[in-house]
């Protein structure tokens, strides 16, 4: 080797060295109580992807109660999203899977927002959501978590034996689980495990009010944002077990063989959990279970004895939300019995007989819209807001309203884009739209840090009354409103679908 050549390589090499040196430093690793996991530089943040938070609920353990995962020795790459949960299209069993995101790994101890993700209980990701949204801007720690679905996460089992109690609730015990992980860990990631808010929309919601009156959730969050859902999923017994009935009618065994759902295929069971929710029964068919073990009683009753966790709570609805089931599901439009029966099952005779009288004086769309806007969210978010408030829980309440442009209206998940408000969003480019994007977006910014929803741009909002009932109404121009009255039909139980065995 030349003498040039020599020279060269003495300049080079350290000057390589270097960068290597301060590309590695760029990289954030982060020690969480099973071992040390590595994350990336993601649009000026850090984000932890895949990050297991449980054992796989595989092999031996599936049906059962999450386990904890074993510690790893090596770092673990944390850099792509984990697997969705199985669901139609894809996914696996082994699923169980958060994703962090950070402003800055640090010890700041900043509010964290854990996210639980909708899709009717039988679909949807942790990675559905786009973290960055109150992360980026916001200073919040995101956390956005995978849960088992439909038949891995809601079959009821317990009479199979011991090992399998709780196993209808095993969706609901995931979400637990993520919640312990980050009590345990967060603080590493520049969050404070003392100011987490959990927050769903629509089974989403379903889900973490379930969550919230499950016993073994205690201590886990201080807040909650419940968007389109509250306990109206929370079934019976009886009715879990003749929604497994019917799963295993799809696979020609009896009410005796449900054992054998234990080593089949999961293509086997996810084609039988197809045929038992096809149409618009699929929408409310799997759901948590009142099963005297993860959730011990009525989620009413429960409320009423004053066992609720002291929290802070906001919910809502939005104006239309059928509207959005109906374009999807053209029978609901101007439904018969049978239509309302799929939907409802055991309860459809009381709902029909309102749509009935709703259709004397409203087109059978508009009379749909409003029966079952009603009877699947209005009356579950009010009778869960008084009970909130009867445990004594400051409760703030809103109603979604915005239409503009939109043939579906205030359609459920409306609300959506506008609380994950993204500047650079072209949806959100109308002056107007963008507007009210901001001013929602920065109220549930406002609650997640300081508990309390109110910001300047707003009107006041005051607390939720059982007498006065004010409400947030979002629209271009938001106002408060005290409604005069909410529907609720003191015949129609707490679950929107039963089975009577």
Same mark, same amino acid.
């Given at each position: 080797?030349?003498q040039?050549?020599k ?6 090499l350290?000057v390589?060295l270097?960068f ?5 430093a760029?990289v ?6 099973k071992?040390?996991i590595?994350?990336l530089?993601?649009g000026?943040i850090t984000?932890f992807k ?7 609920p595989i092999?031996?353990?599936r049906?059962?109660a999450?386990q904890?995962?074993?510690p790893?020795?090596? %770092?673990l790459?944390a %850099?792509k999203?984990g ?6 299209g894809g996914?696996s069993?082994?699923c169980l899977t958060l994703?962090?995101y950070?402003p ?6 900043r509010?964290?927002l854990?996210w639980?993700?909708g899709?009717s209980m039988?679909?949807?990701s ?11 801007r916001?200073?919040?720690?995101t ?5 088992r679905?439909?038949?891995?996460g809601?079959t009821y089992?317990d009479?199979l034996g ?5 196993s ?5 015990l995931?979400?637990?689980?993520a919640l312990?992980w980050?009590k ?5 990631f520049?969050?404070?495990p003392?100011?987490v808010t959990i927050?769903?929309e629509s089974?989403g919601?379903k ?5 919230l ?8 969050f201080?807040?909650?944002i419940?968007e389109?859902g509250?306990?109206q ?5 009886n ?6 009935d019917?799963?295993?009618a799809?696979?020609?065994?009896t009410k005796?063989?449900?054992?054998k ?8 069971l996810m084609?039988?959990?197809a045929?038992?929710t096809?149409?618009?029964t699929?929408?409310i068919?799997f759901?948590?279970v009142n099963?005297g ?9 429960y ?7 002291k929290?802070k709570?906001l919910m809502g609805t939005n104006a239309?939300e ?5 374009d999807r599901?053209?029978e609901?439009?101007?439904p018969?019995a ?9 309860n459809a005779?009381?709902?029909?007989k309102t749509?009935l009288?709703?259709v ?9 819209d409003k029966t079952f806007?009603?009877y699947?969210?209005t009356?579950?978010?009010?009778r869960?807001?008084?009970?909130m408030?009867?445990?004594?829980i400051p ?5 979604f309203?915005?239409?503009?442009n939109?043939?579906?209206? =205030?359609?459920?998940a409306r ?5 994950w408000?993204d ?5 959100m480019?109308?002056?107007?739209k963008r507007?009210l =994007?901001?001013n929602m977006?920065?109220a549930?910014?406002a609650f997640i840090? %300081? ?6 741009e707003?009107p006041q ?9 004010p409400?947030m109404?979002f629209n ?8 005069k009255?909410?529907?609720d039909?003191?015949?129609f139980p ?5 089975f009577k065995?």
């Amino acid at each position: 080797m030349n003498q040039f050549f020599k020279k060269a390589l003495r300049v080079i090499l350290p000057v390589a060295l270097l960068f290597t040196i301060n590309a590695q430093a760029q990289v954030p690793v982060v020690k969480t109580d099973k071992g040390y996991i590595r994350g990336l530089s993601e649009g000026g943040i850090t984000v932890f992807k895949g990050v297991p938070y449980a054992a796989p609920p595989i092999g031996a353990l599936r049906f059962k109660a999450p386990q904890p995962h074993a510690p790893w020795r090596d %770092t673990l790459a944390a %850099t792509k999203f984990g697997s969705i949960a199985t669901q139609a299209g894809g996914g696996s069993e082994d699923c169980l899977t958060l994703n962090v995101y950070t402003p800055k790994v640090d010890n700041s101890k900043r509010p964290v927002l854990v996210w639980v993700h909708g899709g009717s209980m039988t679909s949807g990701s942790g990675k559905g959501q786009n973290g960055h949204a109150f992360t980026d801007r916001d200073d919040i720690v995101t956390v956005t978590i995978n849960y088992r679905l439909g038949i891995f996460g809601f079959t009821y089992l317990d009479d199979l034996g011991k090992q399998y109690a709780g196993s209808g609730n095993n969706g609901v015990l995931d979400c637990i689980m993520a919640l312990r992980w980050v009590k345990q860990n967060i603080a590493d990631f520049g969050g404070d495990p003392n100011r987490v808010t959990i927050m769903g929309e629509s089974a989403g919601a379903k889900l973490e009010s379930a969550v919230l009156v499950s016993p073994s959730a205690k201590g886990l969050f201080s807040q909650y944002i419940a968007e389109s859902g509250s306990v109206q999923c929370v079934r019976d017994i009886n009715t879990a077990k003749g929604e497994r009935d019917r799963v295993l009618a799809k696979l020609h065994l009896t009410k005796k063989e449900a054992a054998k759902l234990l080593t089949m295929p999961a293509d086997s069971l996810m084609k039988a959990q197809a045929a038992a929710t096809a149409g618009v029964t699929g929408l409310i068919f799997f759901g948590p279970v009142n099963d005297g073990v993860v959730i011990p009683q009525d989620p009413y009753k429960y409320a009423a004895a004053k066992k609720l966790p002291k929290i802070k709570a906001l919910m809502g609805t939005n104006a239309n939300e059928f509207t959005l089931f109906m374009d999807r599901y053209p029978e609901m439009k101007a439904p018969d019995a049978a239509a309302v029966k799929a939907l409802f099952a055991d309860n459809a005779p009381m709902v029909y007989k309102t749509y009935l009288k709703e259709v004397k004086t409203l087109s059978p769309y508009d009379a749909a819209d409003k029966t079952f806007t009603e009877y699947m969210y209005t009356i579950h978010n009010y009778r869960w807001a008084k009970a909130m408030v009867k445990a004594g829980i400051p409760t703030w309440e809103y109603r979604f309203d915005y239409i503009k442009n939109d043939a579906l209206k =205030a359609a459920h998940a409306r609300e959506m884009p506008f609380i994950w408000f993204d500047p650079e969003s072209k949806g959100m480019a109308d002056a107007e739209k963008r507007n009210l =994007a901001m001013n929602m977006h920065k109220a549930w910014v406002a609650f997640i840090k %300081t508990g309390n929803p109110n910001i300047p741009e707003l009107p006041q909002w005051p607390l939720y009354k059982t007498d006065t009932k004010p409400v947030m109404l979002f629209n271009i121009n938001s106002s408060i409103t005290n409604l005069k009255k909410v529907f609720d039909d003191k015949a129609f139980p707490t679950t929107v679908m039963v089975f009577k065995r």
